[in-house]
């Protein structure tokens, strides 16, 4: 058995690399958001998404599913998307303090 002192303090960071940690992250996270944000919001992804949703409909009725519950299921997707979009866009305005 090897006879190892333990330092309960080496494995913690100090409070000047914690603080120097946060001001990083409350720099980059919203910036990262707000990029983020601007891509899903964009004309082209607006497009994508239109072709995302489309060819989900098409493939769910080109294997048989009926056309109603095709719909639904594109529907569906099209509001997780939607809901995902969503809480990025709540998260982002709680950090701006909106």
């Given amino acids: ?18 603080a120097e940690l946060l001001e990083i992250t409350s720099k980059k996270v919203p ?18 998404m239109g072709k ?21 299921m594109a529907k569906d997707y099209m509001f997780s998307l939607k809901d995902v979009m969503k809480s990025f866009n709540d998260t982002h305005s709680e950090q701006q303090g909106e």
């Fill in 1 to 18: 058995m090897t006879n190892h002192k333990y330092n309960e303090h080496e494995n913690y960071a100090s409070v000047k690399e914690i």
């Fill in 52 to 72: 995302a949703v489309g060819t989900l409909y098409k493939e769910l009725v080109d294997s048989g599913i009926p056309q109603e519950v095709a719909v639904q």
């Fill in 31 to 48: 910036e990262l958001i707000t990029n983020l944000l601007n891509t899903l919001y964009s004309q082209k992804s607006a497009s994508d």
